[in-house]
């Protein structure tokens, strides 16, 4: 058995990525040298789909853009094995004039020492790429009379494209069947969610709106206009096989969020977790939404709903 998975993750783990774990030991062949490993087990590359691929190569990227700007190399090496550990991992090299392999292949000749300190900072670095790229989104929503205008992100394709693969990153590897959202921006988010999930989707409306067949319903607690609704999922689309994210644009007290889990589960499907691009829920309430990922916070944002 693959002793990665074996374990559930790989040893010497520096940074948690969306689809791989970036590992680094204290001895190393190179200054900077880090291994991206795939947190889905397959051997070949080309055994993840289309998405999952591409965020593994944007994984592989980052950590790689990491590495060049705190060591500063001539080029960074990439390199994909498996001999010994048949699961996708990919060694980051960064080379730099005068090392011992200037000319030929890397091997095990040089040994480089590396304190737990150096180790820390390479971590910190890949993790800060993450946190460098909100300064775009937050830019991108306005304030109007103290109100965030969120429906700016849909009128740029490439934002809107980066804002729908960051809410759908981490749960690759999650086994979505089924992403769900509550009208109306939630129509928008889910879709595109689910198509890079390949899931399908599952409406959660509003009384008011034609909604044909049997139906479960859950009033939610008062939101944070101080309002009650009624929350309402057809009951066919569930089955006992499907796992359900639920994603949204903006959650605040969290009551659309639990009535929607209840119902998923009240539908016999499986609730995977929570995916939102401004997070403004309270602690309490954030453990109840199983695994969570936001892309900023409302406090980032400096706004209100």
Partial sequence: MCPICARGYPLDILAELSTAWVTGRSEAPLPGYACVVAKRHVAEPFELDEPERAAFWADCMQAARALATLFLPRKVNYEIHGNTIAHLHMHLYPRYVGDPYEGGPISSQAKFQRSSEELAKIGQAIHDLDRDRKPDLIDSIPLLDGHA??????????????????????????????????????????????????????????????????????????????????????????????????????????????????????????????SVIIDQVPSNIRGRLGKFHALITAGELGAQR
């Fill in 149 to 274: 205008d969120v429906w700016r992100i849909f009128l740029d394709q490439s934002l809107f494209h980066r804002v729908i693969t960051q809410l759908a990153s981490p749960f690759l590897t999650e086994g979505v069947t089924k992403v769900a959202s509550v009208e109306a921006r939630g129509f928008i988010l889910g879709p595109a969610v689910g198509m890079q999930l390949k899931a399908g989707f599952l409406a959660i409306r509003q009384p008011g709106g034609v909604f044909p067949g049997p139906l479960i319903e859950c009033r939610a607690d008062p939101d944070w206009r101080n309002m009650n609704h009624v929350l309402r999922i057809q009951r066919h689309p569930l089955l006992p096989t499907d796992r359900v994210l639920l994603v949204d644009d903006w959650i605040e007290t969290g009551s659309h969020a639990l009535a929607a889990r209840a119902l998923i589960e009240g539908g016999g499907a499986t609730f995977v977790g929570t």
